[in-house]
């Protein structure tokens, strides 16, 4: 589920010109028998991807209006070929993205407003969860309709964990009681400063990680416009989890996600700040696991969640038939009898807040996740434009923070004055 790092920024500066008329076609997509073709990509291609299918086969056996295709490819492949494809007119008409990905696509016109579906009380969207839908909008419209949503939280080694005689009463509920914890769990046998068992993998490669670690603070990488990374809040910040995790030792540094889960279910980390597909990857190598919300900062209670939208692109702009087969296909999947199958057979928290704990009660563990998502923000969500620069800086940044020490300053002002310069490109 993780998705691929691109600079889709600069193919989308190449391709604007070729998009952008697609706006205007028009004409209508219904075929010469009535029925309207709807070409849909995802990047799902897992059991995920098994059940979005799932729930495809039965909406097109539940009308004839609207046949919907899925087309799915990994993520990388998506970002690689969907702007050529939209602008030759043969690409998605709906596509799944991730949303702070989806503001350059949204700038250059390959993707369009979904607000008419927003106003249509058919759609059901007051069941919406709010923060899901507002972390879609952009300058205040809405863009992308609720598809998949993971929250970040923090899974353990249930072997570690029993073994150290650590019960659910005593979880951690700030980050300075997870950084004691990590502290205990992690095992230096020899003394060598090379632990035979980390007590946490934060993975400092990941991008995402950093404003999360600055939203737990109460402030973010971007504030009112302008780059924030060397503000003292920041910087006091972000020298805290330094000093408490990276210096300690309890995570290693120089650490990618894919690294940090290598780590995990081997046995060589007790804990890890992921999203729920590690149950499964941990579950097949002999791993139990268990989880809690990832806990508390010093200002607020914030997890990143890994976050898809369905998009309407360009493709069906002015053409009625396919943006009524698109809104029905959304309307479709969204509906509560998909959703408890979307949440129960994919693990995915439903995108609805009138589904209920007995409505999960054959997952008991995506039941007891889905509250996690009421303090979900998107990865990069307070940045405006620039994503793939951005993040290439954050992934370089961090691990040089994890490896330091003494002040930070100067470093994080230089990275400041580069994601500033980007902000303004």
Known sequence: MKKSSTTRYAIAAVAAAMILPLAACGGSGASADGVTELSVWSGFTENDGKVVQKIADEFNKSQKKVKVTIEQNPWNVINDKMLS?????????????QPDGAKGYIQQGAFVSTDDFYSDSKNE?????????????????????????????????????????????????????????????????????????????????????????????????????????ASKDSTEALTWIRDNFYTKKSSPTNLSLVDGQSLFVSGKAAMFWIGPWIVNTAKSKGIETGTFEAPKGSKEQVTQAASNYWYATSQIDGDKAKTDAAYAWMRYFNSKKNQIMWAVDANYPPNRTDITENDLSDNTFVAQISPYMDNTQVMLGSVPTGFSDIQSELNTLDPKISASSGDISEMLKASNDKIQGYLEQ
């Open 85 to 97: 494809a939209i602008s030759a007119g043969n690409g998605p008409d709906v596509v799944t993205y």
């Open 125 to 229: 969207t007051d069941t919406y969860r709010d923060n899901v839908v507002k972390d879609a909008e952009v300058d205040g419209k809405h863009y992308g309709v609720p598809m998949g949503h993971a929250p970040y939280s923090i899974y353990f080694n249930k072997a570690i964990f029993d073994k150290a005689g650590i019960t659910e009463d005593s979880y951690p509920k700030t980050w300075d009681e997870l950084a004691e914890l990590a502290q205990k769990l992690t095992v230096d046998e020899n003394g060598d400063g090379n632990p035979e068992q980390y007590g946490i993998a934060l993975a400092d490669k990941d991008a995402g990680y950093l404003p999360t670690f600055l939203q737990l603070a109460g402030t973010d990488l971007v504030v009112d416009g302008k780059a924030n990374l």
